[in-house]
Antibody, heavy 120, light 108 residues
Framework: QVQLQESGPRLVEPSGTLSLTCAVSGDSIINTHYWSWVRQAPGNGLQWIGHIYLTGKTNYNPSLKSRVTITIDRSKNQFSLTLTSVTVADTAVYFC?????????????WGQGALVTVSA | EIVLTQSPGALSLSPGERATLSCRASQTVISDYLTWYQQRPGQAPRLLIYGASRRATGIPDRFSGSGSGTDFTLTISRLEPEDFAVYYCQQYDTSTLTFGPGTKVDIK
């Protein structure tokens, strides 16, 4: 059974950098999937942040592109998110997810989510 | 960027009733890349329907999806207590993807 688990600081100061890691178990990160980050501000809907392919190729949400970096660590079977210059608007639950793209496309499974609060 | 609009924003129904949720796109969506998720409070989203009409593994047959082009529908034929949740549609378009704002189905 594939499982994803987010980890990282849950409190970040404004103008600081948000960093999260997603550990993958039950699947190899070098399989033909995309590994993604999605966030959800309190009481709001889902926002795709970006994803990375096993080759290291990335795609980011245009609204966040200037501040986002997603990297992959094949040796640790994990991938990471960095979001710079954060503001209170970046307070959200951050989910990591495996994204399949082929004949169809979907996110499954998802991590349980990590609430990151931006506050002084 | 393809914008997805979901309607209604909220739906109040009783168990056993039928729920019809709409997802409309600002431009044509590849049906194979139209997906529906269910999210219960405090939980991660759960894959329901992919390819506009194909149920994911383990999803009860009371859930069905349909549509093409810019108009898609998720139907729950008879609501069970565990179905009261928020439902999101999502599309993938080559290098980017977007979610709809969600439809909340709550108990009347």
């Amino acid at each position: 059974q594939v499982q994803l688990q987010e980890s990282g600081p849950r409190l970040v100061e404004p103008s600081g950098t948000l960093s999260l890691t997603c550990a993958v178990s039950g699947d190899s990160i070098i399989n033909t999937h995309y590994w993604s980050w999605v966030r959800q501000a309190p009481g709001n809907g889902l926002q795709w942040i970006g994803h990375i392919y096993l080759t290291g190729k990335t795609n980011y949400n245009p609204s966040l592109k200037s501040r986002v970096t997603i990297t992959i660590d094949r040796s640790k079977n994990q991938f990471s998110l960095t979001l710079t210059s954060v503001t209170v608007a970046d307070t959200a639950v951050y989910f990591c997810a495996r994204m399949l793209v082929g004949a169809y496309s979907w996110f499954d499974p998802w991590g349980q989510g990590a609430l990151v609060t931006v506050s002084a | 960027e393809i914008v997805l609009t979901q309607s209604p924003g909220a739906l109040s129904l009783s168990p056993g009733e039928r729920a019809t949720l709409s997802c409309r796109a600002s431009q044509t969506v590849i049906s194979d890349y139209l997906t529906w998720y269910q999210q219960r409070p405090g939980q991660a989203p759960r894959l329901l329907i992919y390819g506009a009409s194909r149920r994911a593994t383990g999803i009860p047959d009371r859930f069905s999806g349909s549509g093409s082009g810019t108009d898609f529908t998720l139907t729950i034929s008879r609501l069970e207590p565990e179905d009261f949740a928020v439902y999101y549609c999502q599309q993938y378009d080559t290098s980017t993807l977007t979610f709809g704002p969600g439809t909340k189905v709550d108990i009347k």
